[in-house]
């Protein structure tokens, strides 16, 4: 599966947007972007996913560049509860389907 | 959301003894589980691979005569730490996929082993 990069940490403010940044400049064409979040000592959270086009959820939304090389998770309203280390996760899904964790992006959520 | 259940959420264990660790869905038929172990301020590491009914698949590096891991049903996997040592005491997590294809995965809320 392709290696994605994030920022190590990002600081947002309550009642904004938290826009979490993720690189995967060596997607290829059938695997999807996925986002987890994990809070302390927890287990980890499934937020969204997608290929190509955007997605929304209750959570967030997943917004892809056309040629899928990066994308942004977005919380449109961020709260304190938000603060977590959030992983993007590029897979191939099928047979293959494995979930390999990177080191995430924390995000803490000022008030 | 789909639930899945890990049980003990923490365990104390001498060092030498052998413990084993539950993960169940409690409202969906899971075709796969995984097993991570996560230690201090680290990410999680993927263990192994389990499809009911057959041998699991382990992660380069991954002891599998350590780390017996069953998958009777599909609906309950478990991960047996033999002879625990405290280099193994971690947060060790499971999750679990409803179906085949791109679908999310669900996670247990973990179980912190500690080796004395």
């Known amino acids: 599966d392709a290696k994605t990069t994030q920022p190590t940490s990002m600081d947002c403010a309550e009642g904004r947007a938290a826009n979490l940044p993720c690189n995967h400049s060596t997607i290829s064409g059938n695997e999807y972007v996925y986002w987890y979040r994990q809070i302390h000592s927890q287990g980890p959270q499934y937020i969204i996913h997608g290929l190509k086009n955007n997605e929304t959820n209750e959570m967030a939304s997943l917004i892809i560049t056309e040629d899928r090389k990066s994308s942004t998770l977005i919380l449109p309203h961020a709260t304190l509860r938000d603060t977590a280390v959030y992983y993007c996760i590029v897979n191939s899904g099928g047979s293959n389907y494995k979930l390999t964790f990177g080191k995430g992006t924390l995000l803490t959520v000022n008030p | 959301g789909a639930v899945v259940s890990q049980h003990p959420s923490w365990v104390i264990c001498k060092s030498g003894t052998s413990v084993k660790i539950e993960c169940r869905s409690l409202?969906?038929?899971?075709?796969?589980m995984f097993w991570y172990r996560q230690f201090p301020k680290q990410s999680l590491m993927l263990m192994a691979t389990?499809?009911?009914?057959?041998?699991?698949?382990?992660e380069q590096g991954v002891e599998k005569d350590k780390f017996l891991i069953n998958h009777a049903s599909l609906t309950l996997s478990t991960l047996t730490v033999t002879s625990a040592h405290p280099e193994d005491s971690s947060f060790y997590i499971c999750?679990?996929?409803?179906?085949?294809?791109?679908?999310?995965?669900?996670f247990g809320q973990g179980t912190r082993l500690t080796v004395v």
């Open positions: 999750s679990a996929t409803r179906g085949q294809g791109n679908t999310e995965a669900f």
């Open positions: 389990s499809n009911e009914g057959s041998k699991a698949t382990y």
């Open positions: 409202d969906f038929q899971a075709t796969t």
